[in-house]
């Protein structure tokens, strides 16, 4: 992952990983956002043997469970296909003022490019066993509760509480493991 300096030593293993973007800029506030999210996670389960185990999109992070074939392949793929996506729609939208952001703020080494939507790396933790799933899991579907958005966490529509709760959400969701 990049100049990271967390290391992903099991990589067909569950990983919980967090993709923030670059100097926590909010993204994620408009419905089109979050669906190039979905449609990459999509393809990936379809491309990559992507599992995925638990998810939640803030405005400007994401944190998700999930194993690949090489998950550090699938995580490199994921934030290299929903940048470009999601800064094309913002030059689409015509959103100067985060675009501007995203200039301003790229890593001095990203010469080739003219914006960083994420900051590099994926924070990758191994999960271990069944009670670190579980509290990753729940750490997860707790964090729009923690920050004050809905009073449970099954009302995050951006999230899987949802699906652990019986109720269809926005993405396939693998919850066995």
Known sequence: MGRS????????HPHFV???ILHWIPIFTRVETTNIIFESLKYLQETDNLKLYAYVILENHLHLVVSSDDIGKSMRK??????KEILKLLQDKDVKTILEQLAFYKKAHKKETTYQL???GIQPK????DKMMIERINYIHQN??????VDE???WRYSSARDYEGVNGLIDVCRVW
Not at 126 to 129: A, E, G, M, T
Not at 144 to 149: A, E, F, H, N, S
């Open 5 to 12: 300096r967390y290391e992903i030593c099991e990589p067909t």
């Open 18 to 20: 967090t993709c923030t």
């Open 78 to 83: 994921f934030k290299a296909h929903t940048a």
């Open 118 to 120: 994420w900051q590099e």
């Open 126 to 129: 191994l999960i271990k066993d």
């Open 144 to 149: 729009p509760v923690k920050r004050g958005y």
């Open 153 to 155: 966490a099954k009302f």
